[in-house]
């Protein structure tokens, strides 16, 4: 499996495991009406962004503690395993910077 490039493996794993099923639909449909238009295609299948897999994504705690931690949207191929785009959420980031909403 290829290195993650935006999120370890074990952090989209994580928050693939929490995903909410009564919104994740609701949320993600939300998320390809800001962020389709500038979605990319698997580079590596050519797999449309619409197609890809849209996951609501936080950094992990120790990220979030050395002041790296990132949240926001991201698409994966799941076909090829691969982590097409990353789309930054800054309100969201700093909701959990303050709120402290962690995995
Ligand atoms: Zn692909």
Do not use: H
């Not at 290829?2 to 994740?24: A, H, L």
């Not at 197609?51 to 090829?80: P, R, V, Y």
């Not at 785009?85 to 700093?94: A, G, S, T, W």
């Amino acid at each position: 499996m290829e290195e993650g490039k935006f999120f370890s493996w074990d952090e989209v794993k994580k928050n693939r495991d929490q995903i909410d099923w009564v919104i994740f639909p609701t949320a993600m449909k939300f998320a390809k009406e800001m962020y389709l238009s500038e979605a990319k295609s698997c580079p590596k299948c050519g797999q449309t962004p619409e197609k890809l897999f849209w996951l609501g994504i936080q950094s992990s705690n120790e990220s979030w503690d050395k002041g790296e931690g990132k949240a926001g949207f991201l698409t994966i191929c799941e076909k090829c395993n691969l982590q097409v785009d990353f789309f930054r959420d800054k309100e969201l980031e700093n909701a959990i910077k303050e709120g402290g909403i962690r995995l």
